[in-house]
């Protein structure tokens, strides 16, 4: 068998863009799924062919790149009538004659509120949002799909994702930044380049199975803006009480559910994260800057 991989990421947005340019070198051909061609440059920048896809239709030019894949990377989320890739490309990804991997990314969501307790890959997961119940099923479906077809499958549970252009010092710059305050309330995250290599090495392993991918420390979301703000220098935002701030449903809803997210399973297959804790991530991304 031929080491030559040609990845197809449907979805290639901000963490498939991450994961192509760790690729980069690694990969006879990349190919990426896009709404718009009006997002068509970056994944060109990335160094991915962009193929569009709007989740109706089969396009012949995404069909023929699934037929040349060898690694699969599905990053689009499940809606009302279930995941798309799978809706219109199930029996071709199971026929797929070259695929040697498929990798799905879901969401520590599907763990639902669990009162600030760690949970691991083996925590029954609770759901509270309608968005997690999805995901929830779509882990379901596409686990059915590794098992009918032989191919492995891993499912990444990725927490708050955060990077480049995506941050508090962003937030800070621009005047947005809020310091909300929920007693005892944590988040998870996960720097976007932890995203790519954990992609990297799972998928490049041929693992199979379901991978919290999350840095080491849940922390109270104000704590992040607040050392934040010391990077730059500039004085924080004022603390705000939860229970009196205007917020979207969407937003609010994140607040309802509290839980540690262990990654114990991914490190001790030996995966070292580049950013195992929100302050060496932000202290790295304010020393190169690289954080706009």
């Given at each position: 068998m031929s080491d030559a991989r040609?990845?197809?990421?449907?979805g290639a947005g901000y963490s498939g863009?991450?994961?192509?340019r760790v690729m980069a070198g690694e990969t006879e051909a990349m190919y990426g799924t896009t709404r718009?061609?009006?997002?068509?440059?970056?994944?060109?920048?990335?160094?991915?062919?962009?193929?569009?896809?709007?989740?109706?239709?089969?396009?012949?030019?995404?069909?023929?790149?699934l037929r040349r894949a060898t690694d699969l990377v599905i990053s689009i989320a499940p809606g009302e009538t279930g995941d798309p890739v799978l809706r219109l490309f199930a029996d071709d990804i199971a026929a797929a004659p070259k695929l040697r991997h498929i990798t799905y990314l879901s969401t520590v969501g599907v763990y639902g509120d669990q009162d600030g307790a760690w949970v691991d890959e083996?925590?029954?997961?609770?759901?509270?949002?309608?968005?997690?119940?999805?995901?929830?099923?779509?882990?379901?479906?596409?686990?059915?799909?590794?098992?009918?077809?032989?191919?492995?499958?891993?499912?990444?549970?990725l927490s708050g994702i955060y990077g480049p252009g995506r941050n508090a010092l962003v937030n800070l710059a621009n005047g947005t930044a809020r310091r909300l305050v929920k007693p005892g309330q944590v988040f998870n995250r996960i720097h976007v380049d932890d995203i790519a290599g954990a992609l990297r090495f799972l998928a490049g392993r041929g693992l199979e199975g379901i991978f919290n991918v999350t840095d080491n420390e849940p922390a109270p979301p104000q704590d992040v803006v607040t050392f934040?703000?010391?990077?730059?220098?500039?004085?924080?935002?004022?603390?705000?009480?939860?229970?009196?701030?205007?917020?979207?449903?969407?937003?609010?809803?994140?607040?309802?559910?509290?839980?540690?997210?262990?990654?114990?399973?991914?490190?001790?297959?030996g995966y070292e994260f580049r950013h195992p804790d929100y302050r060496s991530a932000f202290e790295?991304?304010?020393r190169d800057d690289c954080w706009r």
């Open positions: 040609t990845i197809l990421i449907f863009r991450a994961y192509a718009s061609l009006a997002k068509a440059g970056e994944l060109v920048d990335a160094g991915v062919t962009p193929l569009l896809f709007d989740g109706i239709v089969r396009p012949p030019d995404v069909l023929a790149a083996d925590t029954p997961c609770r759901p509270v949002s309608k968005r997690s119940t999805e995901r929830v099923e779509a882990e379901q479906d596409w686990l059915s799909l590794g098992a009918r077809s032989g191919k492995p499958l891993a499912i990444l549970r934040a703000a010391g990077l730059m220098g500039v004085t924080p935002p004022p603390e705000q009480p939860f229970g009196t701030a205007e917020l979207s449903p969407m937003a609010r809803s994140f607040y309802g559910e509290n839980k540690r997210v262990s990654n114990e399973k991914l490190h001790a297959l790295r991304m304010w």
